[in-house]
T-cell receptor, first 116, second 113 residues
């Protein structure tokens, strides 16, 4: 089975621009979660989608948004980029059907976003 | 809210040494507990997990036991190798119908030959 894939792997943007990152989950997985990893804040949860619905959201400003398509692929969008948005953005997928947090999340390699 | 506290790093050990990385958690319910590993330039890989008290997760020589009484999930390995050099993250998942993971700060482990 193919793993979680994320595109692009690297991205350079300037302040004020917007960016869209893509994530393809493992086949059959219906839950996709996004995390931001920075040296200062560590790994922080952004949001989770299940069956095209946002099921949970972390404490990030409204500039961060996402969506999930009927094939479970997900995108996240960051508008009006700030220098502090430079980070590794990780996507994780899981079956999402246990409903009790016991599903293992499988991570992609991440997208490294640099904001200049 | 939920939180995970990990042993401060970095940790440097000689090959074949015994490894312990401490992890304690705070949670309102009965979370599942995980150890993930991140190699340079890569995403996170699940190392092991435990879903209830007294469960022991194990993989690749690593072990961790879910201790509810001490709210701990310490990672151990009897004999480390150079290839174990990586960053290790302890995490918990709430049993409230979602897939959110709460992570510790990570512990960078370097093994020298």
């Amino acid at each position: 089975k193919a793993g979680v894939t994320q595109t692009p792997r690297y991205l350079i943007k300037t302040r004020g621009q917007q960016v869209t990152l893509s994530c393809s989950p493992i086949s059959g997985h219906r839950s996709v979660s996004w995390y931001q990893q920075t040296p200062g804040q560590g790994l922080q949860f952004l949001f989770e989608y299940f069956s095209e619905t946002q099921r949970n959201k972390g404490n990030f400003p409204g500039r961060f948004s996402g969506r999930q398509f009927s094939n479970s692929r997900s995108e996240m969008n960051v508008s009006t980029l700030e220098l502090g948005d430079s980070a590794l953005y990780l996507c994780a997928s899981s079956p999402g059907t246990s409903g009790w947090g016991t599903d293992t999340q499988y991570f992609g390699p991440g997208t490294r976003l640099t904001v200049l | 809210g939920n939180s995970v506290t990990q042993m401060e790093g970095p940790v440097t050990l000689s090959e074949e040494a015994f490894l312990t990385i401490n992890c304690t958690y705070t949670a309102t319910g009965y979370p599942s507990l995980f150890w993930y590993v991140q190699y340079p330039g890569e995403g996170l890989q699940l190392l092991l997990k435990a879903t209830k008290a007294d469960d022991k997760g194990s993989n690749k020589g690593f072990e961790a036991t879910y201790r509810k009484e001490t709210t701990s999930f310490h990672l151990e390995k009897g004999s480390v190798q150079v290839s174990d050099s990586a960053v290790y993250f302890c995490a918990l998942s709430e049993l409230v119908g979602n897939e959110k993971l709460t992570f510790g700060t990570g512990t960078r482990l370097t093994i020298i030959p």
